[in-house]
T-cell receptor, first 113, second 111 residues
């Protein structure tokens, strides 16, 4: 089966600019996650979708981050305005059933300068 | 708050030897654990999982051991190969469908 697709692979922006990341999960996977991974740390959950509804966004900085999952398939994560501390790899993952292991995409490496 | 931690941030092992990566968890209510492998520039890759009603599970060259008494998880890799060099994360699930990841251990295989 095809994996989780993410784009772009890399992005460099200046602080206070906006940026968007895109994710296409594995076909049929109802649950989609966005994780933030700062260099040298484990991934941290930002938001979890079940189909097109939000299950958990408790750790999403809602003043600058937003995410949507239209039609329960693709998802976008947006940051506006970006801060230096947002520099990280943004990982998208999906799962058939949320009680099983996720499949991760390769991530988008964001550098804010 | 609850957290997953690892005992050692780095581990170097001679090629062909066995390696053991350890992980401590703090939430006794966690009922599902996963080990992930992350190579440079890639997303985490599922290796093996174990549920709290088990204490051992084996895969191809990998074994996960769960000791609920001391809240300890380990990943054993047999006959290590250069391709095993990566960062390994343990993750736990509290039953709310959200995985919490530890910091990770960097495993280096010495040729």
């Amino acid at each position: 089966e095809a994996g989780v697709a993410q784009s772009p692979r890399y992005k460099i922006i200046e602080k206070r600019q906006s940026v968007a990341f895109w994710c296409n999960p594995i076909s049929g996977h109802a649950t989609l996650y966005w994780y933030q991974q700062i260099l040298g740390q484990g991934p941290k959950l930002l938001i979890q979708f079940q189909n097109n509804g939000v299950v958990d966004d408790s750790q999403l900085p809602k003043d600058r981050f937003s995410a949507e999952r239209l039609k329960g398939v693709d998802s976008t994560l947006k940051i506006q305005p970006a801060k230096l501390e947002d520099s990280a790899v943004y990982l998208c993952a999906s799962s058939l059933d949320s009680y099983y292991g996720y499949t991760f995409g390769s991530g988008t490496r964001l550098t804010v300068v | 708050g609850e957290s997953v931690g690892l005992h050692l941030p780095t581990l170097s092992v001679q090629e062909g030897d066995n390696s053991i990566i350890n992980c401590a968890y703090s939430n006794s209510a966690s009922d599902y654990f996963i080990w992930y492998k992350q190579e440079s520039g890639k997303g985490p890759q599922f290796i093996i999982d174990i549920r709290s009603n088990m204490d051992k599970r084996q895969g191809q060259r990998v074994t996960v051991l769960l000791n609920k008494t001391v809240k300890h998880l380990s990943l054993q890799i047999a006959a290590t190969q250069p391709g095993d060099s990566a960062v390994y994360f343990c993750a736990e699930n509290f039953g709310n469908e959200k995985l919490t990841f530890g910091t990770g251990t960097r495993l280096t295989i010495i040729p």
